[in-house]
Each structure stands twice: as C-alpha cells, then as structure tokens.
Nanobody
Framework: QVQVVESGGGLVQVGGSLRLSCAASGSIFSIDNMGWYRQAPGNQRELVAA???????NYADSVKGRFTISRDNAKNTMYLQMNSLKPEDTAIYYC?????????WGQGTQVTVSS
C-alpha cells in the first residue's frame, strides 16, 4: 500500500514564500513522474508543476519563475518552493505520484496568501 502525505502549507502574506513537501511511503520504490496540483474554490484542479524521475521539469505559465519543483529519489520526497506568492496562488495543493502505472494522491495542504 502506498501513502502520500503533503506538508508545509499555511498562511503567508503577498510576496512571501512557502516550501511544500510530499513524502511517499509504503511498498514503493523508483517513483516515476511526480507532480503538484492545486484547486481553488469553484475551480478545477490544475497542474502547477511536474518532475520526471530523471529530473526534467514542467511548470504552469502562472508560476514560472516563482515556483521551483525538486525531488529526492532516495527519500521518495518531492518539494515545491514557492516564492513571490500572490493571492491567486491560494488553493489546496495536492501531490500526485505515478508508480507502476498507477496514480496516488495525497490529501492536500492548504495555502492561503493574504493581501
């Protein structure tokens, strides 16, 4: 069984920074793609950033230059460094991992940016 847990969310002022973490555990090794998604009230869940097992990254246009995704394969952990936060970044942030052709989601962590 695979567990995925996000952490690091919280309340921050405009222009501030947060670092999210996503830890995968259980019967898991050599995770394939990993990604961060977010969902704001009334909106669909959207991709924020993704990273392959080899380290190639992809970002939503809205976060390019402000967010940085990274991973530590030895720890089955992924990170999202978020800088220059804006009110429109307010959402629940979810981690998704792909392992052996299956997707696993975390429960989400709330990020709130106050103006």
């Amino acid at each position: 069984q695979v567990q995925v847990v996000e952490s690091g969310g919280g309340l921050v002022q405009v222009g501030g920074s947060l670092r999210l973490s996503c830890a995968a555990s259980g019967s898991i090794f050599s995770i394939d793609n990993m990604g961060w998604y977010r969902q704001a009230p009334g909106n669909q869940r959207e991709l924020v950033a993704a990273i392959t097992s080899g380290g190639a990254t992809n970002y939503a246009d809205s976060v390019k230059g402000r967010f940085t995704i990274s991973r530590d394969n030895a720890k089955n952990t992924m990170y999202l460094q978020m800088n220059s936060l804006k009110p429109e970044d307010t959402a629940i942030y979810y981690c998704k991992i792909n392992f052996r052709y299956a997707n696993y989601w975390g429960q989400g962590t709330q990020v709130t940016v106050s103006s």
